[in-house]
């Protein structure tokens, strides 16, 4: 079955630090995909990357980055020189084909960052 | 070009009562999702549905059921209402693609349902 693990429940960093989330994932499945979304106060989940399984290249946009490590499971997604408008909860996600061939997403549990002016 | 949106955006109801939630997809998506969200948690799958039919179903109750209209717009119904539904239940649409999973799914702002 699988599985995303967000050890991180809360992160509090002060402005203009650079801030890493975690993300491991289970899965039995050679292709899959991650995700990372941000929920902001108001609740809507806001989509900010998508990997597959075979490309492993890290990702920068902006200030944002991701790491992907299929050797250790890891999906880490790091904000450089934070903002209070990084505020938010942060999912990691992970999406396999049932055996319908259908998508099935399984969402982490969450961790809430918190940027401190 | 509009993105997912829902309605209500807040609902109180009480135990024992049924309730209809709407969502309308992002412009040029075929596919709606359900979730569950319930407080401090990640959102839970409910089902998924595409070509009108349901294509797969989470780990809910009966009591949850949905409906997907030739517009691609959909409902989720959920009966006999439990103080444990309360949660933020979130839609979002997908386009399928070949093989569907590989495909970005676009979330609404949900609705916030209440249950006393």
């Known amino acids: 079955a699988q599985k995303v693990t967000q050890a991180q429940t809360e992160i509090s960093v002060v402005e203009k630090e650079d801030v890493t989330l975690d993300c491991v994932y289970e899965?039995?499945?050679?292709?899959?995909?991650l995700f990372w979304y941000k929920q902001p106060p108001s609740g809507e989940l806001v989509f900010l990357i998508r990997?597959?399984?075979?490309?492993?290249q890290n990702e920068i946009s902006g200030r944002y980055s991701w790491n992907f490590q299929k050797s250790t499971s890891s999906f880490n997604f790091t904000i450089t020189a934070s903002q209070v408008v990084d505020s938010a909860v942060y999912f990691c996600a992970l999406s396999e084909a049932s055996s319908g061939g259908y998508q099935k997403v399984t969402f982490g549990t969450g961790t809430k960052l918190q940027v401190i002016p | 070009d509009a993105g997912v949106t829902q309605s209500p955006t807040h609902l109180i109801k009480t135990r024992g009562q049924q309730v209809t939630l709407r969502c309308s997809p992002k412009?040029?998506?075929?596919?709606v999702s359900w979730y569950q969200q319930a407080l401090g948690q990640g959102p839970q799958f409910i089902f998924q549905y595409y070509e009108e039919e349901e294509r797969q179903r989470g780990n809910f109750p009966d009591r949850f059921s949905g409906h997907q209209f030739p517009n691609y717009s959909s409902e989720l119904n959920v009966n006999a209402l439990l103080l444990g539904d309360s949660a933020l239940y979130l839609c979002?649409?997908?386009?399928?693609?070949?093989?569907?999973?590989?495909?970005?799914?676009?979330f609404g702002p949900g609705t916030r349902l209440l249950v006393l």
């Open positions: 979002a649409s997908s386009s399928l693609g070949l093989a569907g999973f590989e495909e970005t799914q676009y």
């Open positions: 990997r597959n399984s075979f490309d492993e």
């Open positions: 412009s040029g998506h075929d596919t």
């Open positions: 899965t039995r499945d050679t292709t899959y995909y």
